[in-house]
């Protein structure tokens, strides 16, 4: 290992041999000099003052006029030259059972999968899985030595996945066919036959059926040593062990553990006569020293250590485990969990561990697709789902249209009519609506049928193309809180007035009203209504009134944003459509051109604004004007634009560095960019909006509201519930016995009905009538018979002493009649959406519980050479149905083709698998019995060349072995990007190494590492 001195200045080596002690024959030869004789000489201590050349791996020890070298344990040498001394290269292998690791000065063993090392540090032990969390397996868990296996259930088999269970076919010849004789895997061969297949770590029998065990799996069931032979595996022992009478486990030779180990040393004396003089001293070498666990040698004896985790005891051999939970949580933010020579950290729900394997991050719900329909508010290990006005929230993240009319009839004295996200009040021939839009009053002369337009579109040369604005004069109104998505519309729809006056007016063939529409893509950015920043020409001076393309005028227009689907690698697109309503007049008529002319000529005009408006659309020059605000209609993404400032959209201002909708009782000024109050005798009831409404007043004007109303009620001067006036203004009458009313500024009140009376004077809501009975919840008054009924189907009544149920928002409805809570409304559409490469199934009403007698199919039919992958990240079916309630993937619809994956049962553990087919025929049904959350099960396709290394993962029990890695299969996040890497390899450049890092905890990303290494091996 180098010369004496080694790693020494040359200068300083040559002094250290000038001060070296002369031979004692020169000594002698050297006659005393003046003062010397009889005086003894001065011993120099060369260790102490670092004189000496002993190598940096040995100790020196001071003699008499000189000093001594000799090796530390472990090392071999005379001192000056000092070598590692690899204890493992014996017999004995280092007295370690199965590796052995040299390090410098020492070695260390460690243990095969499925094993521990024992206190001793040499020993292994057999780890047992089926302890946590049964293994994983659904049915039972086998412990054996070094490994585990699942088992089923008679009347099952255990799936490809070897954790979960399939039900048997009794008839048929298929791989269902209990009779199938494969020991392991079935798989579907062609001309109808089977092909036999085993696990990993088994060899196929030359039968073709059964599955031979290997020492590839579980080290072959041995705990020491294996070997393959014909026969199968062979166990045996260290030799300071004997072999079980099992054939299997190794047991300490007892009273031979010293002699064992010198007859071992004599045995390879003659080829190490190292080995047998240390095993003779009290080193490191005989038993550990003693030692639990690490074991030194020193020049004072043997000194014992223990790795991180453990304590050494008083008798300074034993090392005892520290529960490092007890003192500060073991620093872990919310859960710790002690194991031997460790501690696991883990989170509450809706946390994530980060990769300090300690830390735990709120997850941020909202910023996942698909988490709400509309409004997604994140809490703090939690997430709360808001809808538009006008939506009811259902099965906790779904918005669903609600009927507001099937309650008192919405409100309406005469006619109401229920749109989606609202209702309309009307009134019969001879009559107009108050001004509180539900009452109606009496007209007095011609009710005039036509309104002014509310619209217009101008369009006009700019830039060398077509710009285009849409101006919003009246009744403007927005819809936003969508996930990416909003809808803007102006003035009012005539569909409604039309139809009423089409059923009751004679006169209807006085206007025509003409409908059209336009949609259009943009390929990059997000919907978002923002305040447009036009070019210094701006848009007014480019389009006079003379030169002006399009130039038209409407009643009504509604304009919609929305996200289409996401394709990978590409941008995400954006659909834009415009509705649009005009009326045309019988009194536009001319001699030359009758209405149909007129409409024909209208239509024509139309036709070509549409045109022009998606020409300019396209050039990115499509403009809203809100209240005199110029606004674009979609924020580009970063990529494709360098100005990154987050600025906050139309409707909305900046609280505490956030965008929030300017609330009820303000409007978004776009001039100041701001939410400010609604000025005086105008009020304001939603959230996100341009623009107050005007106060209704009576005729004498009387009192005006105070600053900032966000409600009708307010404005001051109205009559307040269970009151009345003709006008509904001050002074107003209470409500009379026997009626109620529980609006404001009303001109009369409802009846109880069936000649009930009220309790008292001004009564506010039907529960204020004397009913004969209280009804329960789930039942409404029926003011006919007096008596109680039932809700029907597709509705419900939380409530005591209503006369009403409420309809169910949307599409959903109820499984039975009687309900008594929204939560009882489900939709019973099958979810899911189904793609080449990725997507997902989920079972109706998800994350609600699914509706009874459910029956859902799906196909996933990837393209030529790919396979599926599917996790299970947990899935809640009632245990008290007797199976009434399963789902089941197989290859086809037959009962007999192979099947991949069944249940009928809650498991709320995760579990990855890949398909047992090229294609899946996936199936869920429902009983009409108990019901449950059900479930959302994502897959990928994958390149087929990548199936070895799939499987070899899914298979692995370790993956779920681990809370941290069953919560990375329930994080849509991290699944996700990893089915993106999974569905296009090339999508893996999308993640720096640091980001990649923060995803995975470590022992995730080592697990991986290892098995991809192992597959890339033949290819390096």
């Known amino acids: 290992m180098g010369v004496a001195g080694r790693g020494r200045p040359r200068a300083t080596r040559a002094l250290l041999l000038l001060l070296l002690p002369l031979p004692p024959l020169l000594a002698a030869a050297v006659p005393p000099g003046p003062g010397r004789a009889n005086r003894p000489l001065e011993d120099v201590d060369e260790c102490a003052q670092g004189l000496d050349d002993c190598h940096a791996d040995a100790l020196c020890q001071n003699t008499p006029t000189s000093y001594k070298c000799s090796c530390k344990p472990g090392y071999k040498g005379e001192g000056r030259q000092c070598d590692d001394m690899d204890e493992c290269d014996n017999e004995l292998n280092g007295g370690c059972v199965h590796d052995c690791l040299n390090i410098p000065g020492n070695y260390r063993c460690t243990c095969f999968d499925g094993f521990m090392l024992a206190h001793d540090g040499h020993n292994c032990l057999d780890v047992d899985e089926c302890m946590e969390n049964n293994g994983g397996c659904q049915h039972t868990c086998i412990n054996i030595m070094g490994s585990y296996e699942c088992r089923c259930k008679e009347g099952f088999f255990l799936s490809d996945n070897q954790h979960t269970c399939i039900h048997r076919s009794e008839e048929g010849l298929s791989c269902m066919n209990k009779d199938h004789g494969c020991s392991h895997i079935c798989k579907e061969a062609p001309r109808g036959r089977i092909a036999c297949e085993c696990r990993p770590g088994f060899e196929l029998a030359k039968n073709q059926r059964d599955c031979i065990l290997t020492c590839n799996h579980g080290n072959g069931g041995c705990q020491h040593s294996c070997e393959d032979t014909v026969e199968g595996p062979e166990c045996s022992c260290h030799p300071r062990y004997r072999l079980h009478a099992d054939g299997r486990s190794c047991v300490e030779q007892e009273g031979t553990i010293l002699e064992g180990t010198e007859s071992n040393a004599t045995s390879v004396a003659d080829g190490d006569k190292r080995v047998k003089r240390r095993l003779l001293m009290e080193t490191c070498a005989v038993n550990n020293g003693g030692c639990d666990r690490t074991c030194k040698d020193t020049s004072t004896g043997v000194h014992c250590s223990c790795p991180i985790g453990f304590t050494l005891q008083l008798d300074g051999k034993t090392c005892k485990d520290i529960d490092e939970c007890q003192t500060r949580n073991g620093g872990c933010n919310h859960f710790c969990k002690n194991t031997v020579g460790s501690f696991d950290c883990s989170c509450k729900k809706g946390f994530k561990l980060l990769t300090d394997e300690k830390s735990c991050q709120d997850v941020d719900e909202c910023s996942l697709e698909r988490t709400c329909d509309h409004s997604c508010i994140n809490h703090p290990g939690t997430f709360v789902c808001a809808c538009n006005r006008g939506y009811t929230l259902y099965s906790f993240t779904h918005c669903g249209d609600t009927n507001e009319c099937c309650v008192d009839n919405g409100g309406c004295q005469q006619v109401c009519i229920n749109t989606v996200g609202g209702y309309e009040c009307q009134c019969h021939p001879g009559y107009k609506l108050h001004w509180n839009e539900k009452d109606c009053v009496e007209v007095k002369g011609f009710l005039p049928t036509s309104m002014a337009p509310s619209v217009s579109l101008h369009c006009g040369k700019s830039g060398g193309g077509d710009r285009c604005f849409l101006r919003c004069h009246s009744g403007i109104h927005l819809s936003s809180g969508l996930q990416e998505a909003y809808s803007v519309s102006c003035g009012s729809s005539s569909s409604l007035r039309s139809r009423q006056q089409k059923s009751n007016d004679s006169d209807f063939g006085d206007v025509v009203i003409i409908r059209t529409s336009v949609t259009f893509k943009l390929n990059e950015g997000k919907c978002s209504l923002q305040k447009a920043k036009l070019s210094p020409e701006g848009l007014r001076p480019a389009l006079p009134e003379r030169h002006s393309s399009v130039k038209e005028s409407f009643q009504y227009a509604n304009l919609t944003c929305s ?68 606004v674009s209609m979609a924020k580009k993404s970063p990529r494709a634009s360098k100005q990154r400032e987050e600025t906050c959209g139309v409707g909305q201002g900046q609280e505490e560095n956030q965008c929030v909708s300017c609330r009820a009782g303000t409007y978004y000024d776009g001039s100041q960019e701001r939410c400010i109050l609604c000025p005086n005798g105008t009020f304001q009831n939603e959230e996100g909006q341009v623009t107050c409404e005007p106060c209704p007043r009576p005729e004498n004007l009387g009192a005006l509201k105070i600053s900032e109303a966000w409600n009708v009620s307010e404005c001051g001067g109205l009559c307040q519930p269970g009151e009345y006036s003709a006008d509904g203004f001050a002074p107003c009458q209470l409500c009379a016995l026997g009626t109620f009313q529980p609006d404001v500024g009303r001109t009369s009140c409802l009846p109880c009905g069936g000649g009930l009376p009220t309790k008292h004077l001004g009564a506010t809501s039907f529960q204020d009538c004397e009913t004969r009975v209280q009804c329960s919840p789930g039942h409404f008054y029926n003011t006919t018979t007096h008596r109680c009924i039932r809700c029907p189907l597709g509705t419900y009544q939380p409530e005591f002493g209503k006369n009403n149920c409420a309809s169910c928002p949307g599409n959903t409805t109820t499984d039975f009649d009687g309900s008594t809570n929204i939560t009882q409304c489900k939709n019973t559409k099958c979810g899911g959406e189904l793609g080449d490469f990725t997507g997902y199934i ?25 396979r599926i992958l599917i996790v299970v990240p947990e899935i809640f079916l009632p245990i008290e149905d007797d199976c009434g309630d399963y789902l089941v993937m197989r290859k086809t619809s037959s009962s007999n083709s192979v099947t991949t994956y069944e249940t009928c049962q809650t498991y709320e553990r995760p579990i990855a698998f890949t398909s047992r087919s090229k294609k899946l025929w996936i199936q869920f049904k429902s009983n009409e019995g108990n019901s449950a959350r059900g479930f959302q099960v994502p897959y990928v396709t994958y390149d087929e060349d990548y199936q070895e290394l799939i499987e070899d993962i899914v298979r692995d029990g370790r993956l779920y072995a681990s809370e941290n890695h069953q919560e990375i299969l329930k994080d849509k996040k991290l699944i996700k990007a990893l089915f993106d890497v999974l569905a296009h390899p090339q999508n893996y450049f999308k993640y720096t190494a640091q980001e990649s890092r923060e995803m995975f905890p470590r022992s995730f990303i080592r697990l991986l590492r290892s098995k991809v290494s192992r597959f890339l091996r033949p290819y390096k």
């Open 563 to 630: 996200s289409g689907k996401q394709v990978p690698g590409a941008p995400k697109e954006m659909f834009i459509t415009v509705e649009f309503e005009r009326e045309t007049y019988k009194k536009e008529v001319t001699a030359s051109c009758n209405l149909s002319c007129m409409v024909k000529r209208t239509e024509k005009r139309l036709r070509k604004a549409t045109r022009t408006l998606k020409k300019a659309a396209h050039r990115e020059q499509f403009y809203l004007q809100l209240s005199g605000m110029d």
């Open 842 to 866: 989920e079972s109706p009403n998800y994350p609600g519980n699914y509706p009874a007698n459910s029956e859902c199919t799906w196909t996933i039919n990837p393209p030529p050479k790919r």
